[in-house]
């Protein structure tokens, strides 16, 4: 079956009675994880983003201290996994804001962590590097006092 496109769909949507489009909401809700998920972000969460940011930067500490240190590939492959479930919270937000605070706090995470793994692995060390330089390019996005406070904090976590 091909989808149709968003605009066919908004249409479609337009005619809908209310309780149609809540059973639709809900019937699209049990499929994947996601749409709950973010339907859950819509509903409760987006009215309180700073609450939103603190309930993912404690999800991140609990990933990290949760870290297989056994060996680096677990730890590449727990790193990798923390950093996939937090852009996938920032996918729900769409704010520029919020993804750049994530992003940064996952970065200082990264280089405090101990025992260090930036230092000992080059995979892990790259993966650090490219999430410094996506921030630093989405900082430039941002208005001038943002940029500024957020490019504080990167100096900070860089040059500890």
Same mark, same amino acid.
């Given at each position: 079956?091909?989808?149709v496109?968003?605009?066919?769909?908004?249409?479609?949507l %337009?005619? &809908? %009675?209310?309780?149609e489009m809540?059973?639709?909401?809900?019937?699209? %809700? @049990?499929?994947?994880k996601?749409?709950k998920?973010?339907l859950?972000?819509?509903?409760?969460?987006?009215?309180?983003?700073?609450? =939103?940011?603190n309930?993912?930067k404690m999800?991140?500490?609990?990933?990290f201290?949760?870290? *297989?240190? *056994?060996? =680096?590939?677990y730890?590449?492959?727990?790193? +990798?996994k923390?950093?996939?479930?937090?852009?996938?919270?920032? +996918?729900y %937000?769409?704010? @520029?804001?919020?993804?750049?605070?994530?992003?940064? =706090?996952? &970065?200082?995470k990264m280089?405090?962590y101990?025992?260090?793994?930036l230092?000992?692995?080059?995979?892990?060390?790259n993966?650090? *590097? +490219?999430?410094?330089?996506?921030?630093k390019?989405?900082?430039?996005?941002?208005?001038?006092?943002?940029?500024?406070d957020?490019?504080e904090e990167?100096? +900070?976590?860089i040059? @500890?």
């Amino acid at each position: 079956m091909k989808a149709v496109t968003i605009k066919e769909l908004k249409a479609e949507l %337009s005619h &809908c %009675s209310t309780n149609e489009m809540i059973d639709l909401i809900l019937h699209l %809700s @049990k499929f994947k994880k996601e749409n709950k998920e973010l339907l859950t972000y819509s509903l409760f969460e987006s009215a309180d983003e700073d609450g =939103y940011i603190n309930r993912i930067k404690m999800e991140i500490d609990n990933q990290f201290d949760m870290l *297989n240190t *056994n060996n =680096y590939i677990y730890i590449k492959k727990g790193i +990798r996994k923390i950093l996939k479930g937090i852009k996938i919270q920032i +996918r729900y %937000s769409k704010k @520029k804001e919020t993804e750049v605070e994530l992003l940064l =706090y996952f &970065c200082a995470k990264m280089y405090n962590y101990h025992p260090s793994i930036l230092v000992q692995h080059p995979v892990i060390q790259n993966i650090f *590097n +490219r999430e410094i330089n996506a921030v630093k390019k989405k900082i430039m996005l941002l208005h001038e006092d943002l940029q500024h406070d957020f490019n504080e904090e990167l100096a +900070r976590i860089i040059e @500890k």
